[in-house]
């Protein structure tokens, strides 16, 4: 998704130097690459992929990304980052996991974090203090929240158009899609490693997405209470579904229910990921239906309304996945330029993570488990 949204930003030229906390995204870009959609040059060292990127924005005003491994590296390239910052040249620098977010915040620099922003509370709370103590801002770049149905039906939600929210429903489930992306089994592979990745795919992984959504719509999930099962994708591969979570959240009488299935012989219209992501939500006057994210999969209006006795399609406009993906793209700047906390701050993309990681205890120790509490 990081590379998506650079995609989205024009940024089709990647000077590389990788190493530890940068391999899951040579994995992604070797894929962009060989579809002829990126150019990934490998350069000597992290200085001079900095510099290298400021000359070819400053020469022809085509941007660039430079990618670094955590440590040493990245601070090689933070150092390098004084040029273009001091000409006002835009380069994106992408860097290793929530040590370089430690070491990027000490030199002052703003940062945004892939979901999930770190595999454990703690984690994320060295985070947030090293932020804090900077002075800078720490953002979680997700965009099912700033998918614009969603954002709609947040509004109405806020708005009382639903009255008291009591009920949330979330649902994926897997597919195939003959115009959907073409990704070879040895890209997904470090995703099965729960030791590297957190969790599995679709509840840690992809169900952070609906987590988020869940936390933005209801407020933090007081009681959770998860059953994850396994199915088999390949010869010492699982994926982790069928899978159903149920929520209590701390908003007075309001519960939450979010079920998973891996189905990948069910045909799907997408031409990104073939997942069938829907969201529900019942208040005592009314109910909102969210009815897409990456597929069309049901034919069915973006956002819908039941009020009154009657079922009314929403007006939306940019209701494509790539449209989320622009719209968050462009948040952090906006509120750099206005001033004020991204929608996904460091405390909030905690609070998000605790959600999605007492869904993983309480499916393996067979116990609700309350949010706050996990570490």
Do not use: C
């Amino acid at each position: 998704m990081i590379v998506l949204g650079l995609l989205r930003q024009g940024v089709r030229t990647f000077f590389a130097v990788f190493g530890h906390g940068s391999t899951e995204i040579g994995e992604v870009l070797r894929v962009y690459q060989e579809s002829g959609l990126v150019n990934v040059l490998g350069v000597r060292n992290e200085i001079e992929a900095s510099h290298a990127a400021t000359a070819l924005n400053w020469v022809s005003g085509e941007p660039a990304a430079v990618i670094t491994s955590i440590g040493p590296g990245a601070m090689q390239a933070l150092a390098a980052s004084l040029v273009p910052a001091s000409d006002g040249i835009g380069v994106w620098y992408l860097m290793g996991d929530e040590t370089m977010t430690l070491q990027a915040a000490a030199a002052g620099k703003h940062i945004s974090v892939q979901k999930p922003m770190a595999l454990s509370a703690s984690e994320a709370d060295e985070m947030i203090a090293a932020t804090d103590n900077a002075g800078v801002v720490l953002w979680v770049y997700e965009n099912f929240v700033h998918y614009e149905p969603a954002r709609k039906a947040k509004a109405l939600l806020d708005a009382g158009e639903i009255g008291n929210p009591i009920m949330l429903r979330m649902h994926i489930n897997t597919g195939s899609s003959p115009k959907g992306w073409k990704i070879p089994l040895d890209a997904w592979v470090w995703r099965f490693n729960e030791n590297k990745s957190g969790g599995g795919e679709l509840v840690f992984d992809h169900g952070y997405h609906l987590f988020s959504l869940a936390y933005d719509l209801m407020g933090q999930a007081q009681r959770v209470s998860a059953w994850i099962g396994k199915t088999s994708v390949a010869p010492g591969f699982f994926i982790d579904a069928p899978a159903t979570i149920m929520f209590q959240f701390q908003r007075k009488g309001a519960y939450g229910v979010f079920d998973i299935a891996h189905t990948p012989d069910i045909v799907m219209d997408s031409k990104y990921y073939s997942d069938d992501d829907r969201v529900e939500v019942v208040g005592k006057k009314g109910i909102l239906f969210i009815n897409r994210n990456t597929t069309n999969a049901l034919g069915l209006p973006e956002l819908v309304l039941f009020k009154d006795g009657k079922t009314q399609t929403v007006p939306t406009e940019r209701v494509t996945w790539a449209n989320s993906f622009e719209d968050t793209t462009r948040h952090l700047p906006d509120v750099l330029g206005r001033g004020g906390n991204p929608k996904l701050d460091g405390q909030t993309g905690k609070a998000v993570l605790q959600m999605t990681l007492a869904a993983q205890i309480s499916a393996r120790e067979g116990r609700e488990v309350e949010p706050e509490t996990v570490p």
